[in-house]
């Protein structure tokens, strides 16, 4: 006869392992991320202007600015740890990701001035910036120090962006190389 503790243990354990979720390693999943030791191709010179630390990148190309961008579609902002008073240009190079990290940050809209209301206010829901931070290493350029892709989404249906999506906001400027690349 099996003690009943033992039982109970073998099928907790069976209960925790069954609700254990890997997810598969594909370009086009929500739940993979690129693992740290990929690497990320800059294939072209980018400027970096005068009195700015970053670039926004919106299918394969430099936007002149953060208002140049759709939030709501597959955008990657470029990184400089420092800031300068003249423009910087970063050359083509290889860049090791060095940590990766999922975030959500809250949207706050401007919403114009409302001074009364027969409703109960504005019942447009929020909206979330999903973001996948990867930080980046160079020997020659140690200045880079990371890229962000992220897009806007409703919280009720969002979701972070495929490595396939990442790789479309990219374009050709980068060529996002997994560790162990299949794909």
């Known amino acids: 006869m099996i003690p009943r ?19 598969e390693p594909s370009p086009d999943s929500v739940f993979y991320s690129p693992p740290v030791g990929s ?8 400027t970096i202007p005068a009195h700015d630390t970053d670039v926004y990148i919106q299918g394969g190309k430099v936007q002149s600015s953060y208002w140049a961008v759709d939030a709501y579609y597959p955008h990657c902002n470029f990184e400089l740890r420092t800031r ?20 959500i940050e809250n949207v ?41 892709c ?3 989404e409703d919280p009720n249906e969002g979701n972070h962006l495929t490595i396939n999506q990442m790789r479309k906001a990219m374009g050709n400027l980068f060529t996002l190389t997994l560790v162990s690349d299949k794909y």
Do not use: K
């Open 5 to 23: 503790t033992l039982v109970l243990i073998a099928l907790l354990t069976h209960l925790l392992t069954a609700c254990s979720f890997t997810p």
């Open 84 to 103: 300068a008073a003249v423009a910087r240009q970063v050359e083509p190079d290889t860049f090791i990701i060095t940590r990766v990290a999922r975030d």
């Open 108 to 148: 706050l809209l401007n919403n114009p001035v409302q001074v009364a209301s027969f409703g109960s206010g504005d019942t447009a829901p929020p909206h979330e910036d999903y973001m996948v931070v990867m930080d980046l290493r160079s020997d020659t350029q140690p200045d880079v120090m990371r890229i962000t």
């Open 150 to 152: 992220q897009h806007w």
């Open 39 to 46: 690497q990320l191709r800059l294939n072209v010179a980018i």
